[in-house]
């Protein structure tokens, strides 16, 4: 059983951080501000920070 679940992490989608898509975060991060981004995506208003820090 921990095989598979140490197998199923390393093969998750590599464009997911922190939950969220990366495609979709770089087409809404150009026409929302960082709260409605968090509100959209589900995230807080930091994992929103650090998102565009870490892309940057």
Known sequence: MRMDY???M???NK????GVE???FLVKEAT???VE????LG????SVRKL???IR
């Open 37 to 40: 981004l968090a509100g959209e």
């Open 43 to 46: 995230i807080s208003v930091g």
């Open 52 to 54: 565009k820090k870490q």
């Open 10 to 12: 390393a093969h998750r």
């Open 15 to 18: 464009q997911d951080v922190f």
């Open 22 to 24: 990366l495609h979709d």
């Open 6 to 8: 140490k197998k199923n």
């Open 32 to 34: 929302l501000t960082e």
